[in-house]
């Protein structure tokens, strides 16, 4: 490939006429590659682009501030920064909500509402019957409910006292103290050897076998003994005489049982005397 663009400068060739103008950049002699001159200083540039950025730096009165503010003395380089300034007017125009206080306008009213608290003791909102202050007239009036008396318009009541409320919130709350109530009432199973409560007869029972340490639940045919009723009858199974109602028998011998399970584990012994033989 033949590089058929070549520096005037020096000996630098290439083939793409992209390369050779980036090239001689590089060389600053008589101004050939930056045309582009400061009037004002030294500066040169190759583009005229940066030439009129690098003049921005020598404004100080604002000359070459092309963007200006029709509603007051604000000027700019950059369009960007001028509609970013504009929106400050459109705020005042629209903002119809004044601090009494100070020039703060805000075209939202929970924005004014947060500002009045800056000022402090601006509370214009006064309890006639105490010390109370409040910016803000809700907070007063719910502040006023406090001190009804003897129920006045307290239309949250509770069904089980004489409890009443002006909030739905707090009667819910109350209302826990009655649920409390109600499970402590409801736990009537308590166990006569000690403190122990619980509101399930299963579990009081289950409990009195931890105090079982003469073996209530035992078998008078034989030392085994249980701290479960059901273990004691399944027990109870293995001193039947004469294999009365063990209904499961084996057909090889003649094993008897009254369980399906013991049986399947008996015939085992079979099976495996018939691998031996």
Sequence with gaps: RTSKYQCEVCDYKTHLKAYLKRHQLVHDVDGIAKKYKCEQCNYKSNRKAYLNTHKLTHDTEGIYKKYKC??????????????????????????KYKCEQ?????????????????????????????DYKSCFKSSLNSHKLTHDVDGIDKKYKCELCDYKTHFKAKLKQHQIVHDVQAIKKYKIYK??????????????????????????????KCDYKSCYKSSLIRHKLTHDVDGIDKKYKCELCDYKTHFKAQLKQHQIVHAVQAIKK
């Design 102 to 130: 100070c020039n703060y306008k805000s075209y939202q009213k929970h924005y004014l509402n947060r500002h009045v608290l800056t000022h402090g003791i601006y509370k214009k909102y006064k309890c006639e019957q105490c």
């Design 70 to 95: 029709g509603l007051c003395d604000f000027k700019t380089h950059y369009k960007n920064n001028l509609k970013k300034h504009q929106s400050i007017h459109d705020v005042e125009r629209t903002a």
């Design 191 to 220: 166990c006569e050897l000690c403190d122990y409560k619980s509101n399930q007869k299963s579990s009081l029972n289950i409990h009195k076998l931890t105090h079982d340490s003469q073996g209530i639940y035992k078998k008078h």
